[in-house]
C-alpha cells in the first residue's frame, strides 16, 4: 500500500524558516517524480514544487523560487522541502504527492499525481 | 493566476447526472488530470488521461475532451460525490503543472 506521510509544519513567525518532510512506503521511490502541492485556507490547489528521480531536475512555482528547496533522500525513501523567509501567504496545507507521472505519445499527452499524503499545516504569523 | 479555469459552483440532483468543465489553451493538445477533495481531506485523483479511473474510483466518474475543455462527468451523482473538484495539466509552455480554480459540487 502506497503511503506518503508528512511532518515537519506548525508555527512560524514571519521570515523564519521550516523543514518540511515526507516519508513514502508502499513503492520504489526512487522511480517517481514527487512533488509538494499547498492549499491556503478556503483556496484552492497550488503546486509549490516537484523533483525528478535523481534530483538533476526541478521545478518551483515562481512564488517561492529563491525561497524555498526541494530535495529528496532515495535512500530513506524521503523527500523533503526546506523554507525560508517564510511570509504569511505561505500559510497552507502542505501535502506531498507522487508524481507528475506522465504519458507523451503521438497525439496524446498527460500527466497526474497518484498518491498524496494527508497533509501538514503551516502557520506564518507574529 | 491558474491557466485552468472552472465553474466555482455546480449543483446536481441525486442521482442525475453533472458535468464539470475545465477551460484552458493547453487542453487543446493535452488531457486533465482530475482530483475530487472532500472537507479535511487530501485530493483523490478521480480521472487520468482521455479517460481512465484509478483502481477504487466508481465507473460513475468519466473523462472527455473537446477543444480547449476538459469535463469530468458524474452520472448518477451520489450524496458522497458532493466535494471540490479540481483540474490538472501542463501549461502551454509545457514548463508548469497548473491546477484550475476548483468547482464545489453540491448533490
Known amino acids: 500500500e502506497v503511503q506518503l506521510v508528512e511532518s515537519g509544519g506548525g508555527l512560524v513567525q514571519p521570515g523564519g524558516s521550516l523543514r518540511l518532510s515526507c516519508a513514502a512506503s508502499?513503492?520504489?521511490?526512487?522511480?517517481?517524480?514527487m512533488s509538494w502541492v499547498r492549499q491556503a485556507p478556503g483556496k484552492g490547489l497550488e503546486l509549490v514544487a516537484s523533483?525528478?528521480?535523481?534530483?538533476?531536475?526541478?521545478y518551483y512555482v515562481d512564488s517561492v523560487r529563491g525561497r524555498f528547496t526541494i530535495s529528496r533522500d532515495n535512500a530513506k525513501n524521503s523527500l523533503y522541502l526546506q523554507m525560508n523567509s517564510l511570509r504569511a501567504e505561505d500559510t497552507a496545507v502542505y501535502y506531498c504527492?507522487?508524481?507528475?507521472?506522465?504519458?507523451?505519445?503521438?497525439?496524446?499527452?498527460?500527466?497526474?499525481?497518484?498518491?498524496w499524503g494527508r497533509g501538514t499545516l503551516v502557520a506564518v504569523s507574529s | 493566476s491558474s491557466e485552468l479555469t472552472q465553474d466555482p459552483d455546480v449543483s446536481v440532483a441525486l442521482g442525475q447526472t453533472v458535468r464539470i468543465t475545465c477551460q484552458g489553451d493547453?487542453?487543446?493538445?493535452?488531457?486533465a488530470s482530475w482530483y475530487q477533495q472532500k472537507p479535511g481531506q487530501a485530493p483523490v485523483l478521480v480521472i487520468y488521461?482521455?479517460?481512465n479511473r484509478p483502481s477504487g474510483i466508481p465507473d460513475r466518474f468519466s473523462g472527455s475532451s473537446s477543444g480547449n475543455t476538459g469535463s469530468l462527468t458524474i452520472t448518477g451523482a451520489q450524496a458522497e460525490d458532493e466535494a471540490d473538484y479540481y483540474c490538472?495539466?501542463?501549461?502551454?509552455?509545457?514548463?508548469?503543472?497548473?491546477f484550475g480554480t476548483g468547482t464545489k459540487v453540491t448533490v
Open positions: 504527492a507522487r508524481g507528475p507521472l506522465g504519458v507523451v505519445v503521438i497525439t496524446t499527452a498527460y500527466w497526474y499525481y497518484d498518491f
Open positions: 508502499g513503492f520504489n521511490f526512487n522511480e517517481f517524480w
Open positions: 523533483m525528478m528521480q535523481d534530483g538533476t531536475e526541478k
Open positions: 493547453s487542453l487543446s493538445t493535452k488531457y
Open positions: 488521461g482521455k479517460n
Open positions: 490538472n495539466s501542463r501549461d502551454t509552455s509545457g514548463n508548469h503543472h497548473a
